[in-house]
């Protein structure tokens, strides 16, 4: 029983990464914690969905439609879309209707379904059309700038344009570098002292919290089909 997943990176400024991922023979999945909202096409027995998905604060268990490929689109921190705030779709999302295979709807209009290849040239589309959108300000927090306003308005716009508070984000994307690190076979005092954990207790607690996995489960492998490309196929 597999689930292979195949990450890239993108040049897009409003796209973080895009990924795809089959299935076989998998019904259940462990969700790993994120910080982004993203849109998700699949097919599955000859019929085709779409849905947007949001940021998930904790790991746990999602079902996988059997058989199933999937195309999937991660956007930047700090991007929204114009018809759904953010906030709420934290630990949600929303399965689009409609959707066909070479089509799917999305406020009050119809979008051509991508694929890998062309993730960006969607993208481009809805931004034009002012569907998507972002708070630049969050752009400059994440690169370390220091915009002239309180920190309580800093505080408000991001958990605003993202459904969570600075230090979530940054508490989960630790954790995902961590998980990737030590599927890598980095030994866990050394994935503490590059990303600034206390102690290993203290990283074996957001790995459960955040990953859903334990150490020894990473380098192994083990613990089956999770949702994060950590270079390998992971079996169950």
């Known amino acids: 029983m597999e689930l292979r997943f195949e990450t890239r990176g993108s040049d897009s400024p409003w796209v973080d990464s895009v990924w795809t991922c089959t299935s076989d023979r998998v019904t259940a999945m462990t969700s790993v914690a994120g910080v982004r909202w993203g849109l998700?096409?699949?097919?599955?027995?000859?019929?085709?969905?779409?849905?947007?998905?949001?940021?998930?604060?904790?790991?746990?268990?999602?079902?996988?439609?059997?058989?199933?490929?999937?195309?999937?689109?991660?956007?930047?921190?700090?991007?929204?879309?114009?018809?759904?705030?953010?906030?709420?779709?934290?630990?949600?999302?929303?399965?689009?209707?409609?959707?066909?295979?070479?089509?799917?709807?999305?406020?009050?209009?119809?979008?051509?379904?991508?694929?890998?290849?062309?993730?960006?040239?969607?993208?481009?589309?809805?931004?034009?059309?002012?569907?998507?959108?972002?708070?630049?300000?969050?752009?400059?927090?994440?690169?370390?700038?220091h915009p002239e306003v309180s920190g309580r308005t800093v505080e408000r716009r991001f958990r605003a344009a993202t459904g969570l508070t600075r230090g979530a984000v940054r508490q989960i994307e630790r954790a995902r570098s961590a998980a990737e690190l030590l599927a890598a076979g980095t030994p866990a005092a050394d994935v503490v002292a590059r990303l600034g954990y206390f102690d290993e207790p203290h990283l074996a607690r957001a790995l459960r919290t955040y990953v859903g996995r334990t150490g020894g489960q990473l380098r192994e492998g083990a613990g089956g089909a999770i949702a994060l490309d950590l270079d390998q196929c992971l079996t169950s």
């Open 40 to 145: 998700v096409f699949w097919e599955c027995d000859g019929r085709a969905h779409a849905s947007i998905t949001g940021p998930e604060t904790r790991a746990g268990t999602a079902p996988v439609p059997e058989g199933a490929t999937f195309t999937g689109i991660d956007f930047a921190v700090g991007t929204a879309l114009r018809a759904v705030p953010t906030p709420s779709l934290v630990d949600g999302g929303i399965e689009l209707p409609d959707t066909r295979r070479r089509a799917f709807r999305w406020d009050g209009a119809s979008w051509e379904t991508p694929g890998p290849d062309d993730a960006e040239a969607l993208v481009g589309r809805l931004v034009r059309a002012g569907a998507v959108v972002r708070d630049p300000l969050v752009a400059e927090v994440l690169r370390g700038d």
